[in-house]
């Protein structure tokens, strides 16, 4: 891990280099040398002036390309107004204990510290003893012989160090880019930090694009709808014409071939009285046989006329029956 002390490495930047505008992920990974980098910590106060408030939107800008770091994390102090002089409050304190506190809980092997501070050796003399090691990075004209005395390392910076480690002209400007980001109040802001009018806009358009595309579909499904609709009932009317030419070619060929069928018969002749074939109650063939008619009284005339009929033919009582009819006597014939 990596801790820089901001406001001293800033202020012997100015003086050596000229310029402070360092790329701090690769000035930690220079640092790493090559080993796992856990994790950054940069430590310094929020700068404010009444008479110069450009120091402030300065400083904003650089703190604002820091957050956007990967593995950067920015602890920042308070400072006190003491006559003309700035102090910080706070600033060291967090690096000691920050430093101190990642040791015990394991989360570092080596810790390099930015900062010649003779104020950090009791902290490091603490991480020391916990069995981890202590780099102590700084320029040689603000290094104490306190820390250089209890680092197991000291790497000692010149302007060469820094070369490729400055920020590009693109890169000043991309951070200028986002330091003008217009300013979302606490109470606008949603717990992501997003303005929650700006949100709401989206959303709001998101929704109405929603509703557009959503009923533009609901359009096209009625057309298609419509139009499986008006296929169905197409369908539906030649199915049914079909049908009904079937039913009515079925009811004449029915109608043909029950004319066809229905042939006139001879009734049959029935026998009077029980045959071989008929049944216990007169019945032939199925069918119930008829009732002989009643027999007629014949008077003496006719019984006289059926008596002569059964005379055989040629006998003399057959003849005077014939002459009689036919008006001749007797005496005549004879």
Sequence with gaps: MVFIDGS???HVLSQQCGRHDLQFDKFAMKLAKGRQLQRTYYYNIRQESENNPNVGQEQQKFLDSMYDTPYVEVRLG??????????????????????VTNAYNDHYDTAVVVSGDADFYPALQAVKDVG????????DMNLSSE????ADVVQKFNKTFFTGL???????????ASAVRPEVSDEAASPNGEDKAATKAATSRRSITR????????????????????????????AAKEALESKTKDDETATQSSAETKMRRT???????????????GS???????KPPALRKTSSTEKKSESEDSEPVGSPTRRRSWRGRLGLSSSEEE
């Design 8 to 10: 001293n490495l800033y």
């Design 284 to 290: 032939t063939n199925g069918r119930s046989a008829p």
């Design 267 to 281: 009734p049959t002749r029935r026998k009077v009285g029980g045959t071989s074939t008929s049944s216990k109650n």
């Design 78 to 99: 308070i400072w006190k107004q003491r006559g003309e002089i700035m102090v910080e409050k706070g600033v060291d304190v967090m690096l000691a204990t920050d430093l």
């Design 211 to 238: 509703k557009s595309s959503s009923s533009s579909s609901k359009t096209a499904t009625t057309t298609r709808r419509a139009a499986t609709t008006r296929k169905t009932a197409t369908r539906k009317t030649a």
């Design 166 to 176: 400055w920020m590009t002209r693109a890169q000043a400007r991309s951070r200028a």
């Design 147 to 150: 820390s250089a005395r209890v």
């Design 132 to 139: 981890k090691h202590i780099e102590v990075a700084a320029f």
